[in-house]
């Protein structure tokens, strides 16, 4: 049974918002989007002792009480707690707004609050056990210290993934690693795959100390390239190209991992002036190589 009605702010509860990540970035994307075409769906909700639970639209919530509206447009579910709880992945498995760890999070729900077996949360959920049992991994067998920083945005639910494979005992300070050098995603696997391949203590706390120096090998793979078909000079410039390509890959890479909302005014100030100075050199290398370009041509 489902009834649509605008149903007041003060009425809606968040209990179920402890499975989800708070991303203040996208509600703010979602502000901008109340306020230019208005709630374009309803929010999903059942009905609590006291209020009524969202099960899915928290970005709507959170969005619609910072524009001070008083109503949201909510389509009212009679289902259990159980239920719901399992809803909170259907809803979301169309637009994938859900990463790993919040599915994790859905899932050790269903096994710690309504005491059900893997077995019987894959057939509730259409997964099969396997994949239930990786996302459980995310929450039984992480340090706290990496669930903190995946719920800061400081690292992605793939660094995750990976940083599982290690003994518990090590994961603090592979995260640490991780964030204090920015490794993207595939750096991460790669340092943690070398991490795994020794046992001697010395070898692993060099990896973790000069992970860079780890990952030089495959640079030095793709830069030192000849071809033999170009001269002394051209396979300079191949090389020169190929490690230029190869930075700037790392660095928006780098971009893509940060969490930029983390950063506070200062160090916005700080960072500003080095940001523009890279913008300005972009774009003078680009036009320099579409100079050597036109030479060519002409």
């Known amino acids: 049974m489902r009834e649509i009605d605008p149903l007041p702010l003060d009425q809606l509860g968040t209990d179920f918002a402890r499975l989800r990540l708070e991303r203040p970035e996208v509600v703010k994307s979602m502000e901008k989007s109340l306020s230019t075409f208005g709630q374009l769906n309803p929010i999903i909700v059942r009905q609590g002792k006291a209020r009524f639970q969202i099960i899915d639209g928290f970005k709507r919530y959170y969005a619609a009480t910072a524009l001070c509206w008083h109503t949201l447009h909510a389509n009212r579910l009679t289902v259990t707690r159980r239920a719901a709880t399992a809803m909170i992945l259907t809803y979301n498995k169309n637009n994938c707004s859900l990463n ?154 780098q971009m893509d991992g940060l969490a930029l909302d983390a950063l506070t005014l200062l160090e916005w100030s700080i960072l500003d002036p080095e940001l523009r100075r890279v913008a300005r050199l972009a774009e003078h290398l680009a036009e320099d190589l579409d100079q050597l370009r036109q030479t060519r041509k002409e």
Do not use: C
């Not at 894959?122 to 067998?141: F, Q």
């Not at 599982?164 to 964030?179: A, D, F, S, Y």
């Open 100 to 253: 790993d760890y919040e599915e994790a999070l859905v899932l050790f729900s269903l096994k710690e609050d309504h005491h059900m077996p893997q077995e019987a949360i894959a057939t509730l959920v259409g997964h099969s056990a396997s994949w239930v049992s990786r996302r459980l991994a995310l929450v039984e067998k992480l340090d706290p210290v990496v669930t903190d920083e995946l719920k800061l945005g400081t690292l992605s639910s793939t660094q995750a993934r990976e940083i599982v494979k290690l003994p518990r005992g090590n994961h603090q300070e592979v995260v640490k690693t991780i964030i204090d050098h920015a490794l993207n995603t595939r750096q991460s696997a790669r340092i943690i795959q070398e991490f795994l391949k020794t046992r001697d203590r010395a070898q692993q706390k060099y990896i973790l100390e000069y992970p860079l120096d780890v990952l030089k090998p495959d640079q030095q793979e793709t830069v030192g390239e000849y071809d033999g078909r170009l001269g002394k000079v051209g396979n300079r410039l191949l090389k020169t190209l190929k490690l230029t390509s190869r930075q700037m890959k790392w660095l928006s890479g």
